[in-house]
């Protein structure tokens, strides 16, 4: 104060207070943890601890008269700071998978006045948990590849294998890497600069490469990798896949959806990294229904495979033919699959028309090859995958009063019969008979106008047969209603209440109760039998 520095003074008085305050001992108890809450659909939840953290903090004075102000200061642990970046995908339908970071703070173990008796140094730790149910299932320590930032941020799993095992992506000094790993931590193989999009049913991934997105036509440059990590072709992304198989153009384009090459996603939780193709983050299961028509020339050959029927019937490949219903015993039969492909593209893509119809409102994607990318019939037949879609194998087959067959395993594929979709498609939904040519070789303006009636009833009954046995191999509780001796299917009862004798136009529609049933069923995956 002699300078008339007021605020040095008090400054220093500042500093001389603590050596004059009352020495009180102090003990501090600490708990910090890192929650998971699990939400069900139908409204309960859990609140799962992934990991708990307890320390103490005492400090008890002991002055000594050399030393007035003596303390031993004693931490039991270190301060922990759990980062708020904790990227999460679903674990199959049993939980979660969450990659998270901590850092534990330098501490000071045991301390006196005269300075910290032993350091112990920050570090990180990066861990993987898995839950099931509402406990953890695992919590692993994994390191992440590659030269870190100093706020390196953790793998972020955005995709899930069939094996169980995921695919992440993660960002360090080196760049931008696609990483596939197990629920262990254990790193299988990396791919620089992309970044996983799709998980397909063949066990590949589907990427985009990092910084490849076109502004002038809405698209990514990509590629299809297998299951070891290598790539296997080159491929343009669209911006946003939908349910239906097609996908939106950029904001602003002129053309918002186009009919696309739809990838065939593995049927589980985590196939896609935005959850689903609406792109909202919930994992859900993306259910295709495969039309597989047998032949050489279509989908593939059926030759030597058979329905489940009693007794089976060895399953016979399409040629498109037309035997007249009311001719003579042994009929002849025009086969004019060569002779008029638009008939045979008539017929398909009507069954597909209305297939998509029936489940138009429903999560699931129509495929009318039956097959998405070079999948061979024999690995249809036998593939573990193809048991979560629902497959319908369409052959030439004329079975009397059977248009359709679902297995009593009711595991896919199922069963659709051309030739007894041709025969009823001449009452159904009435006669035409008197109208049609005898063999369609040769026929007057007004029998053609009639035949092409016939091809249109045709595909649809097709298609409106194979929604009528996923609804039996769905196992919906109304799929006979109206007939057999069954509670009418609606106020009217119409007939195309879930039938399976639906030739004409308007779509095969569900009474509420199934359809309430299907919207559940086709966002799961199919449970074991």
Same mark, same amino acid.
Request: aromatic share 10%.
């Given at each position: 104060?002699?300078?008339?520095?007021?605020?040095?003074?008090?400054?220093?008085?500042?500093?001389?207070?603590?050596?004059?305050?009352?020495?009180?001992?102090? #003990?501090?108890?600490?708990?910090?943890?890192?929650?998971?809450?699990?939400?069900?659909?139908?409204?309960?939840?859990?609140?799962?601890?992934?990991?708990?953290?307890?320390?103490?903090?005492?400090?008890?004075?002991?002055?000594?008269?050399?030393?007035?102000?003596?303390? &031993?200061?004693?931490?039991?642990?270190?301060?922990?700071?759990?980062?708020?970046?904790?990227?999460?995908?679903?674990?199959?339908?049993?939980?979660?998978?969450?990659?998270?970071?901590?850092?534990?703070?330098?501490?000071?173990?045991?301390?006196?006045?005269?300075?910290?008796?032993?350091?112990?140094?920050?570090?990180?730790?990066?861990?993987?948990?898995?839950?099931?149910?509402?406990?953890?299932? *695992?919590?692993?320590?994994?390191?992440?590849?590659?030269?870190?930032?100093?706020?390196?941020?953790?793998?972020?799993?955005?995709?899930?294998?069939?094996?169980?095992?995921?695919?992440?992506?993660?960002?360090?000094?080196?760049?931008?890497?696609?990483?596939?790993?197990?629920? #262990?931590?254990?790193?299988?193989?990396?791919?620089?600069?992309?970044?996983?999009?799709?998980?397909?049913?063949?066990?590949?991934?589907?990427?985009?490469?990092?910084?490849?997105?076109?502004?002038?036509?809405?698209?990514?440059?990509?590629?299809?990798?297998?299951?070891?990590?290598?790539?296997?072709?080159?491929?343009?992304?669209?911006?946003?896949?939908?349910?239906?198989?097609?996908?939106?153009?950029?904001?602003?384009?002129?053309?918002?959806?186009?009919?696309?090459?739809?990838?065939?996603?593995?049927?589980?939780?985590?196939?896609?990294? &935005?959850?689903?193709?609406?792109?909202?983050? &919930?994992?859900?299961?993306?259910?295709?229904?495969?039309? /597989?028509?047998?032949?050489?020339? /279509?989908?593939?050959?059926?030759?030597?495979?058979?329905?489940?029927?009693?007794?089976?019937?060895?399953?016979?490949?399409?040629?498109?033919?037309?035997?007249?219903?009311?001719?003579?015993?042994?009929?002849?039969?025009?086969? /004019?699959?060569?002779?008029?492909?638009?008939?045979?593209?008539?017929?398909?893509?009507?069954?597909?028309?209305?297939?998509?119809?029936? /489940?138009?409102?429903?999560?699931?994607?129509?495929?009318?090859?039956?097959?998405?990318?070079?999948?061979?019939?024999?690995?249809?037949?036998?593939?573990?995958?193809?048991?979560?879609?629902?497959?319908?194998?369409?052959?030439?087959?004329?079975?009397?009063?059977?248009?359709?067959?679902?297995?009593?395993?009711?595991?896919?594929?199922?069963?659709?019969?051309?030739?007894?979709?041709?025969?009823?498609?001449?009452?159904?939904?009435?006669?035409?008979?008197?109208?049609?040519?005898?063999?369609?070789?040769?026929? &007057?303006?007004?029998?053609?106008?009639?035949?092409?009636?016939?091809?249109?009833?045709?595909?649809?009954?097709?298609?409106?047969?194979?929604?009528?046995?996923?609804?039996?191999?769905? *196992?919906?509780?109304?799929?006979?209603?109206?007939?057999?001796?069954?509670?009418?299917?609606?106020?009217?009862?119409?007939?195309?209440?879930?039938?399976?004798?639906?030739? *004409?136009?308007?779509?095969?529609?569900?009474?509420?109760?199934?359809?309430?049933?299907?919207?559940?069923?086709?966002?799961?995956?199919?449970?074991?039998?």
């Amino acid at each position: 104060m002699q300078n008339g520095d007021r605020t040095t003074a008090i400054q220093y008085e500042n500093t001389m207070v603590p050596d004059f305050l009352h020495l009180c001992n102090e #003990s501090n108890t600490v708990a910090i943890r890192l929650h998971i809450l699990r939400v069900g659909s139908d409204g309960p939840s859990s609140d799962i601890v992934v990991r708990e953290w307890n320390y103490t903090d005492s400090k008890v004075y002991a002055p000594t008269p050399g030393d007035p102000y003596d303390f &031993t200061r004693v931490q039991s642990a270190p301060e922990v700071l759990v980062h708020d970046q904790r990227p999460m995908i679903t674990n199959a339908d049993t939980g979660a998978a969450v990659s998270w970071k901590v850092d534990y703070y330098h501490y000071c173990p045991v301390a006196t006045h005269a300075g910290c008796v032993s350091d112990v140094d920050r570090k990180t730790e990066y861990h993987l948990t898995t839950t099931a149910g509402g406990s953890v299932a *695992s919590d692993v320590l994994w390191d992440v590849p590659g030269p870190v930032f100093p706020g390196q941020q953790p793998i972020a799993p955005a995709l899930q294998l069939e094996d169980g095992s995921f695919v992440g992506s993660v960002e360090t000094q080196a760049g931008s890497s696609m990483l596939a790993f197990d629920s #262990s931590g254990n790193i299988r193989w990396t791919v620089p600069n992309y970044f996983p999009g799709m998980a397909t049913a063949d066990g590949g991934i589907i990427g985009s490469l990092v910084r490849s997105f076109d502004w002038s036509t809405g698209t990514f440059t990509g590629a299809t990798f297998g299951a070891n990590g290598a790539a296997t072709a080159q491929v343009v992304l669209q911006t946003y896949y939908s349910w239906k198989g097609s996908y939106s153009l950029a904001v602003g384009s002129s053309v918002q959806s186009v009919a696309a090459l739809f990838p065939h996603l593995l049927p589980l939780y985590g196939a896609v990294s &935005t959850g689903n193709l609406s792109g909202n983050g &919930t994992g859900a299961v993306h259910r295709t229904i495969g039309l /597989f028509w047998c032949g050489e020339m /279509f989908s593939g050959t059926c030759a030597g495979e058979y329905d489940k029927d009693n007794p089976p019937h060895p399953l016979e490949d399409l040629g498109f033919y037309y035997r007249y219903a009311l001719h003579e015993s042994n009929p002849p039969s025009y086969d /004019f699959t060569a002779d008029h492909y638009d008939w045979d593209i008539k017929i398909m893509s009507l069954a597909s028309n209305a297939a998509r119809a029936a /489940f138009k409102t429903f999560p699931a994607s129509i495929v009318r090859w039956g097959k998405q990318n070079s999948w061979f019939q024999k690995w249809l037949m036998g593939q573990g995958t193809y048991q979560q879609d629902l497959v319908a194998l369409i052959s030439a087959n004329n079975i009397v009063d059977l248009i359709g067959l679902a297995p009593e395993n009711l595991k896919p594929p199922f069963w659709i019969y051309y030739g007894t979709a041709m025969n009823g498609a001449q009452f159904l939904p009435d006669p035409i008979t008197d109208e049609l040519p005898h063999d369609a070789q040769s026929m &007057t303006e007004d029998q053609a106008r009639v035949f092409q009636v016939l091809l249109e009833r045709i595909g649809n009954g097709i298609g409106n047969s194979v929604a009528h046995e996923i609804g039996h191999m769905l *196992s919906l509780p109304n799929i006979h209603c109206g007939i057999q001796g069954n509670p009418p299917c609606g106020p009217d009862n119409s007939p195309y209440y879930e039938s399976s004798e639906s030739f *004409s136009a308007p779509p095969l529609r569900w009474t509420p109760q199934d359809a309430e049933e299907l919207q559940k069923k086709l966002l799961k995956p199919r449970e074991p039998r």
